[in-house]
């Protein structure tokens, strides 16, 4: 367990607003990622970070951006919502040994 | 990025072992293998993962094939709560851990 508060746990939105899920972690762990889940699709790496203002793309990334400020907190932000964002987001970390990533419990976000 | 193929479902009684399968066939010398699962409605977990030789811990045990193409997760008796979607993944230093769709296993009463 890492420690890893997710907010809000769920949210229902309106197309073409902005949204801003954060992770927050207690451990201290460099590498934080965040991942969507969908149906059929598995999880999907959205973006990841390995270090305060460290960030790269992951494989889902068009329409988010991702902040880093403080090594606890790592930010993703829908800039403008649309419906093929619904989806349920995780955040995790990764141990500082590489062989364990930690998740969050979960985001639901719903865009109507 | 290294891929794995697992059955899409499998189902077990409960306290009975269950034998979870893997197939890396074009795993690299520094892929180690993981196992990771996810109960419903939460976030993938931990639960086991080995280079070359085989693992145990309180979860389960981790079985890799000589020639590390296969791996097979050992649930020892199988418990309700086992029920679960388990990915097996392979991972090098460096890398990001990259899901696929896993195994579904479904445990009856």
């Known amino acids: 367990d890492a420690g890893i508060t997710q907010s809000p746990r769920h949210k229902v939105t309106e197309t073409g607003t902005p949204v801003t899920l954060r992770c927050h972690q207690t451990e201290n762990h460099r590498y934080m990622y965040w991942y969507r889940q969908d149906p059929g699709h598995g999880l999907r790496l959205i973006h990841y970070?390995?270090?305060?203002?460290?960030?790269d793309k992951g494989e889902v990334s068009d329409g988010y951006s991702v902040s880093r400020s403080k090594t606890e907190d790592f930010l993703l932000t829908l800039e403008s919502a649309t419906s093929s964002q619904t989806s349920v987001y995780f955040c995790a970390t990764r141990s500082p040994s590489g062989n364990t990533i930690y998740f969050g419990e979960g985001s639901w976000l719903t865009v109507v | 990025d290294a891929k794995t193929t697992q059955p899409n479902s499998m189902e077990s009684n409960e306290e009975e072992p269950v034998h979870l399968p893997c197939n890396h066939s074009t795993i690299s010398g520094t892929d180690y293998i993981h196992w990771y699962r996810q109960l419903p409605s939460q976030g993938p977990e931990y639960v086991i993962h080995g280079l070359t030789s085989n693992v145990n811990n309180r979860m389960a045990s981790l079985a890799i094939a000589e020639d590390r193409k296969s791996s097979t997760l050992i649930l020892h008796r199988a418990t309700l709560r086992d029920a679960a979607v388990y990915y097996c993944i392979l991972r090098a230093d460096g890398q990001n851990f990259v899901f696929g769709p896993g195994t579904r296993l479904s445990v009856l009463p």
């Open positions: 970070s390995y270090g305060v203002k460290d960030t």
